[in-house]
């Protein structure tokens, strides 16, 4: 079992913030802390988007990445990122990351897909947005683990329908809810990876820090996770 702290766009565009989610994230028990790297005008749309501002702020460039990594490194925790772009894989490579993560907008980004492939690398790849009855077709010499998701932001319990959902197919749980009840749900259903946004202070402006979990939280998750380890 592991915990994946999404970090994400929760830097809001402060290095130094990003550097203290790090250790954090280490602190309270994370395994992983993951962040987003993408082109913000390439990825996110500007009419009618009033976080476009906050996109732009929020990207990360090589020379961050190169920075993150290091203090991952430092820090004694995985680093992993989303990536959104073919040209970011190479930069992930840069930094010698162990496996990428797919997001769920990215499920069907072919060209994006085959690249980190090519990489040989492992794949966690969030089905939040795929439609199909059957997991998508992705193949990768390091293998591909699949996430339940659901992409509403943030998600209700009402939404998650974990009676339906068969963790020994899934390997985890991508979770978008507030608290952390329906982390601590799938793992006792058998997910053996959460990933979970992470932040400092709920209240901080931008999308993701409402609905992520604050090292208190991210520490209680992981007590349990060692408990139910423990216990199976």
Request: aromatic share 10%; charged share 25%.
């Amino acid at each position: 079992m592991e915990i994946i702290a999404e970090i994400g766009q929760n830097h809001n565009g402060d290095m130094q913030l990003a550097r203290r989610l790090i250790a954090e994230a280490k602190s309270a028990g994370a395994g992983v802390a993951k962040f987003q790297v993408y082109d913000a005008r390439a990825l996110f749309p500007k009419e009618g988007n009033e976080w476009f501002d906050y996109n732009c702020k929020t990207e990360l460039s090589r020379s961050d990445v190169e920075t993150l990594a290091r203090d991952c490194e430092h820090e004694g925790i995985e680093f992993m990122a989303s990536v959104f772009d073919v040209e970011r894989v190479a930069w992930l490579e840069g930094v010698g990351m162990r496996r990428y993560k797919i997001a769920s907008r990215s499920v069907k980004d072919r060209a994006l897909i085959e690249t980190v492939a090519n990489t040989g690398k492992p794949m966690l790849v969030s089905l939040g947005m795929w439609e199909g009855a059957d997991f998508p077709k992705i193949t990768s010499p390091g293998g591909v683990e699949y996430l339940y998701c659901v992409s509403k932001y943030p998600t209700e319990m009402s939404d998650l329908h974990f009676g339906k959902v068969d963790f020994t197919r899934y390997a985890g749980f991508s979770d978008h809810t507030i608290g952390i009840n329906a982390p601590m749900i799938a793992l006792s259903r058998g997910a053996r990876i959460i990933e979970k946004h992470f932040t400092l202070d709920k209240t901080m402006y931008g999308p993701d820090h409402s609905g992520s979990m604050t090292p208190s939280e991210l520490a209680a998750l992981s007590q349990f996770q060692g408990s139910l380890a423990k216990a199976l």
